[in-house]
């Protein structure tokens, strides 16, 4: 079965730290990439998308990931984060499938910034 | 884009008892999606709703306990029946605008099962 992986569960850094969140999926076919955020108490939010072209994609509030086909990867980064991006990330995929496409979620990255 | 709102936005129930759901979309769409997102999981798809046909459900998911309605293409139920504690979650509306770039999430349901 076709899946999400992310690495990190939880995450603790400190303001003006890096953040990496690797994200991995299991599909040899054609997918589009997406990164979500869901601040405490609000609803999903699209981060970034990937569907073709460059495969370094800059998305809202100053993140971006890249897709590295080779190693089905696309990992969200910002190089340096703010109190404010304390939030739980997830990474998703939508698999182009015959039978019908959907879009599938990684298990999520509970991020906390402490300031 | 599209903006989507759900109600209730939350709502305590008894066991046993059922609860619709509703999704409003403020355009049209072809796709409609309900997730669940259990406490501290991460979104599972229940269903695939297509105006004039029946709803397609996940491995895991049976009508008879998530029946969806689509009478439209700007709406959709989701009922929760013979509700339990473990069907306490956030219930999700997404949809899809017809090129698979981007999927729009409501702000969910959280519903909590005595």
């Known amino acids: 079965a076709q899946s999400v992986s992310q690495h990190n569960h939880h995450v603790i850094l400190s303001e003006a730290a890096s953040l990496e969140l690797g994200c991995n999926y299991s599909?040899?076919?054609?997918?589009?990439l997406f990164w979500y955020v869901q601040y405490p108490g609000q609803h999903l939010q699209l981060l970034l998308k990937?569907?073709?072209?460059?495969?370094l994609v800059k998305g809202i509030k100053g993140f971006e990931a890249e897709f590295i086909k080779s190693k089905f990867s696309f990992n969200l980064r910002k190089p340096s984060v703010q109190w404010s991006d304390t939030a739980e990330y997830f990474c998703?995929?939508?698999?182009?499938?015959?039978?019908?496409?959907?879009?599938?979620f990684g298990g999520g990255t509970r991020v906390l910034v402490k300031p | 884009s599209a903006v989507i709102s759900q109600k209730p936005s939350r709502d305590i129930c008894q066991r046993g008892t059922s609860l619709t759901i509703q999704c409003q979309v403020d355009s049209q769409v072809t796709m409609m999606f309900w997730y669940r997102q259990q406490p501290g999981q991460s979104l599972t798809l229940i269903a695939t709703a297509n105006q004039g046909s029946e709803a397609t459900y996940e491995s895991g998911f049976v009508i008879d306990k998530f029946p969806i309605s689509r009478p439209n293409l700007t709406f959709s139920t989701l009922t929760v029946s013979n509700m339990s504690p473990e069907d306490s979650s956030i219930y999700l509306c997404s949809v899809e605008q017809g090129n698979w770039e981007t999927q729009y999430f409501g702000p969910g349901t959280r519903l909590l099962v005595l």
């Open positions: 990937y569907f073709s072209g460059d495969p």
């Open positions: 599909y040899g076919g054609t997918v589009n």
């Open positions: 998703a995929v939508i698999i182009f499938k015959a039978a019908g496409n959907k879009l599938t």
